[in-house]
């Protein structure tokens, strides 16, 4: 009796890890592309975050690089642009019901940018402006002090009300500090002894973000050496650099979720970010392609015309997804801190999408199929595969890919879950589509199999 029992337990154990491993088990969710670390199944599951580019430069309305590109010394800069800076109108309710509205799960605020203007209280010593009295931030030299608001703080208790998670944005190089000078696209170090106090104090603040604010995500940006070992004062960041300042992130919060640009081109950090692009197909492990509405980040007042439209960023989106990636679309508010009327009216169109079709976005992993279909794309969860129609047939007759070895059990519009009829015949399921399209962008047909 004894040995039967233990043999039917080993023969149940066996098959649930068939089932684990061959990701069937049971209604558990449908593996990655690649594989996921415990502390970023979240990340990778919500798919759809917000980006916030957001600094004195959105004041001056040139986007965030106008320091360098228009060749402003830190002095101007300061005088004319950062102490002039008075975001009274920032609201982050408003700001993250956007989000929370275009399915967005979540935030990813500028802290600091290469301006080096800290967007936060910063008690840090040697980030001053250039008499050295003041210290460069929001609270501290800018008219908005006056108001003893925290807009970080803000921001992040409006994610924690509406359930969306909270992420900071830091600039490895700093177009302000004492210790750097511009240098083309990246800034160059006075000297081997403000390199090592740059660096610690680089770390000082990055301790008091992650002491006051706790973020989920820390995305990292200028870090641009292409530098692997032996720093020059030029070229002064290394992948060594990378390592180590991944490995402090990871001592102050250890399920922190930090992006490759502690270093880029080296694997370093948990996902990588695609240069503004959607590669070719999943990558082999998490990844992030960022994107602008309008080919600004930081506020342009001369983007401010042309906006993509909202068809072109939903299957953006779609398109990230169908490689089972993330999506990160920007804003860059105003310098009085209001969203602009391009960024409103993108973010409401794309949330009427996700309201109907949120579910073949989120925890889905990418399409199944070698080829993309002529037609849209394919993303996928559980038995169900989310055929995205981009282009409608004309006969109304949609030819999708049978997903191998498996029956068919309905086929319906995601967005009511009405049936249409189908064949499925051989390595094809030909569905048979209403006359007119529901939606321009995107309708959504899931194939759900036994
Ligand atoms: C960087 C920043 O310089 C820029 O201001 C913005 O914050 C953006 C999100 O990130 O710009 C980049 C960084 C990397 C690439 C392009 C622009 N890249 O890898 O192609």
Same mark, same amino acid.
């Given at each position: 009796?004894?040995?039967?029992?233990?043999?039917?337990?080993?023969?149940?154990?066996?098959?649930?890890?068939?089932?684990?491993?061959?990701?069937?088990?049971?209604?558990?969710?449908?593996?990655?592309?690649?594989?996921?670390?415990?502390?970023?199944?979240?990340?990778?599951?919500?798919?759809?975050?917000? +980006?916030?580019?957001?600094?004195?430069?959105?004041?001056?309305?040139?986007?965030?690089?106008?320091?360098?590109?228009?060749?402003?010394?830190?002095?101007?800069?300061?005088?004319?642009?950062?102490?002039?800076?008075?975001?009274?109108?920032?609201?982050?309710?408003?700001?993250?019901?956007?989000?929370?509205?275009?399915?967005?799960?979540?935030?990813?605020?500028?802290?600091?940018?290469?301006?080096?203007?800290?967007?936060?209280?910063?008690?840090?010593?040697?980030?001053?402006?250039?008499?050295?009295?003041?210290?460069?931030?929001?609270?501290?030299?800018?008219?908005?002090?006056?108001?003893?608001?925290?807009?970080?703080?803000?921001?992040?208790?409006?994610?924690?009300?509406?359930?969306?998670?909270?992420?900071?944005?830091?600039?490895?190089?700093?177009?302000?500090?004492?210790?750097?000078?511009?240098?083309?696209?990246?800034?160059?170090?006075?000297?081997?002894?403000?390199?090592?106090?740059?660096?610690?104090?680089?770390?000082?603040?990055?301790?008091?973000?992650?002491?006051?604010?706790?973020?989920?995500?820390?995305? +990292?940006?200028?870090?641009?050496?292409?530098?692997?070992?032996?720093?020059?004062?030029?070229?002064?960041?290394?992948?060594?650099?990378?390592?180590?300042?991944?490995?402090?992130?990871?001592?102050?919060?250890?399920?922190?979720?930090?992006?490759?640009?502690?270093?880029?081109? +080296?694997?370093?950090?948990?996902?990588?970010?695609?240069?503004?692009?959607?590669?070719?197909?999943?990558?082999?492990?998490?990844?992030?392609?960022?994107?602008?509405?309008?080919?600004?980040?930081?506020?342009?007042?001369?983007?401010?015309?042309?906006?993509?439209?909202?068809?072109?960023?939903?299957?953006?989106?779609?398109?990230?997804?169908?490689?089972?990636?993330?999506?990160?679309?920007?804003?860059?508010?105003?310098?009085?801190?209001?969203?602009?009327?391009?960024?409103?009216?993108?973010?409401?169109?794309?949330?009427?999408?996700?309201?109907?079709?949120?579910?073949?976005?989120?925890?889905?992993?990418?399409?199944?199929?070698?080829?993309?279909?002529?037609?849209?794309?394919?993303?996928?969860?559980?038995?169900?595969?989310?055929?995205?129609?981009?282009?409608?047939?004309?006969?109304?007759?949609?030819?999708?890919?049978?997903?191998?070895?498996?029956?068919?059990?309905?086929?319906?519009?995601?967005?009511?879950?009405?049936?249409?009829?189908?064949?499925?015949?051989?390595?094809?399921?030909?569905?048979?589509?209403?006359?007119?399209?529901?939606?321009?962008?995107?309708?959504?047909?899931?194939?759900?199999?036994?």
């Amino acid at each position: 009796m004894k040995t039967g029992f233990n043999w039917k337990r080993k023969l149940l154990s066996l098959l649930l890890l068939f089932c684990l491993l061959t990701g069937l088990a049971g209604s558990g969710t449908m593996a990655h592309a690649y594989n996921v670390p415990d502390n970023m199944k979240w990340w990778a599951d919500d798919k759809f975050g917000m +980006f916030i580019h957001f600094g004195s430069y959105s004041y001056f309305g040139h986007g965030e690089w106008a320091m360098q590109t228009e060749g402003i010394s830190k002095e101007t800069y300061q005088k004319t642009i950062s102490a002039k800076f008075d975001p009274e109108k920032f609201d982050a309710q408003e700001i993250v019901s956007y989000a929370k509205k275009a399915g967005m799960k979540y935030l990813v605020f500028t802290a600091k940018h290469h301006e080096g203007l800290a967007m936060w209280d910063t008690k840090v010593a040697s980030f001053t402006d250039t008499t050295g009295q003041k210290i460069y931030s929001l609270q501290q030299y800018t008219p908005f002090g006056k108001t003893n608001r925290d807009i970080i703080m803000e921001l992040k208790n409006a994610c924690q009300q509406a359930g969306i998670h909270f992420g900071l944005y830091y600039s490895i190089i700093d177009w302000n500090h004492s210790s750097q000078t511009v240098e083309g696209d990246f800034t160059k170090m006075a000297s081997w002894e403000a390199r090592t106090a740059y660096i610690a104090d680089m770390k000082a603040q990055l301790k008091e973000l992650v002491d006051t604010y706790d973020p989920e995500i820390m995305w +990292f940006d200028g870090d641009w050496t292409y530098k692997k070992d032996n720093p020059t004062l030029k070229k002064w960041w290394t992948k060594q650099d990378g390592q180590d300042l991944y490995q402090y992130m990871k001592s102050l919060k250890s399920d922190i979720i930090v992006n490759e640009r502690v270093c880029r081109s +080296f694997g370093l950090g948990d996902f990588e970010c695609p240069e503004q692009s959607i590669p070719e197909k999943a990558l082999s492990r998490p990844w992030e392609t960022c994107q602008t509405m309008n080919n600004a980040w930081g506020y342009k007042k001369d983007c401010e015309k042309s906006y993509y439209n909202v068809r072109y960023m939903i299957q953006d989106l779609v398109e990230v997804a169908s490689k089972d990636g993330n999506y990160l679309l920007n804003i860059g508010p105003k310098g009085d801190g209001t969203m602009t009327a391009g960024s409103r009216k993108i973010l409401k169109g794309i949330g009427n999408w996700m309201n109907r079709y949120g579910d073949s976005i989120y925890g889905t992993s990418g399409t199944p199929f070698a080829k993309k279909p002529s037609w849209g794309r394919y993303t996928r969860k559980d038995n169900v595969i989310y055929a995205h129609v981009m282009k409608w047939p004309k006969d109304q007759k949609l030819v999708t890919k049978k997903y191998a070895g498996k029956k068919v059990k309905k086929v319906y519009l995601l967005q009511n879950g009405k049936k249409l009829k189908y064949n499925a015949t051989g390595k094809k399921v030909i569905i048979k589509m209403p006359e007119k399209k529901p939606d321009k962008a995107d309708t959504v047909i899931a194939v759900q199999y036994q």
